[in-house]
Structure formats: C-alpha cells, structure tokens
C-alpha cells in the first residue's frame, strides 16, 4: 500500500505487531467533548481493552480516567503516545516521551505528520506512524 506522505511504519504487519504489544496509551489533546475525534478514538481503544491515560491541561477525569497535565506527570509505564495536535506541538511531545524513556510508541494520528518530530522518536528507538487513525487502523486490522 502506497503513503500519501512519507509516513513511518506504514505497513500492516508493523502497525498490528504495534497494537499487539501496546497496553498502555497516553492520549495527548484527549477532549472532554464527546463530538471531538480524540474522545471518540480513545472511548474506542478503552472499549477494546487498551488503558487509557488522557492528558489534558484542564479537568479531574475524562472516560472515567484521571487527566493528566503532561507526559512527565504520569507515575506509571506508558507504551504508546497518541498525538492529537497540531504537527507543531509534535515535537514538544516526543521531546517529552523520550525523557520519559518507557514510551514504545509515538502515534501521530490523521492529518497529522512532523517529519522531524518523527525522525528524533526513530533515533530514539520508538516506532513511529503518522498521519494514520489508532481506531480506523485497529479496527481494520483486529
């Protein structure tokens, strides 16, 4: 399958092999309106037994989980990052996920795609897709 955008880990096998070993997912720009797109991805990953960790500079909980203000809060292991931001704010996020050094994952979802940002998680060792959707691509594949 052809990538409209360079994009990392753009095969199938990669993509499952991903969603096999991840159990833990930091949902970055996670809303707490159900209209938005991040609610309803992360609603999903929950309903299919992914924990989900939303961060968020405002609020206690959303989908039943505590909000947390940034990666570096988090007390606990994270394996993937799903980004909903503007491709701008990318590269703040890896930033963050590789000091953390427990981050597997760095998931920048549809529309969004930061090349640079990308290239830094590789380095570091993280799987990276970009411009993809975590619900549209666990559904077609599981």
């Known amino acids: 399958m052809e990538c409209e955008f360079p994009v990392e880990n753009c095969d199938s096998q990669e993509i499952q092999k991903i969603f ?3 159990k833990t997912i930091a949902v970055v ?3 707490p ?3 938005k797109d991040s609610h309803k991805v ?3 990953l929950k ?3 992914y924990k989900i960790v939303p961060i968020y500079p405002r609020g206690e909980e959303i989908l039943g989980e505590k909000v947390y203000k940034s990666l570096e809060d988090i007390p606990f292991k994270v394996d993937m990052v799903d980004i909903f931001r503007k491709p701008a704010a990318v590269t703040a996020v890896v930033e963050a ?3 953390r050094g427990d981050v597997s994952v760095v998931w920048m979802q549809k529309g969004i795609v930061n090349n640079e940002a ?3 998680a590789k380095k570091a060792g993280m799987a990276v897709v970009q411009d993809r959707c975590t ?3 666990h559904k077609r594949l599981f």
Do not use: C, F, Q, W
Request: charged share 15%; glycine share 8%.
């Open 20 to 22: 096999s070993k991840v």
């Open 29 to 31: 720009g996670l809303s």
């Open 33 to 35: 309106n159900p209209d």
């Open 42 to 44: 992360a609603s999903y």
């Open 47 to 49: 309903s299919v037994g």
């Open 97 to 99: 996920a590789i000091r």
């Open 118 to 120: 990308a290239t830094t």
């Open 135 to 137: 619900m549209i691509e």
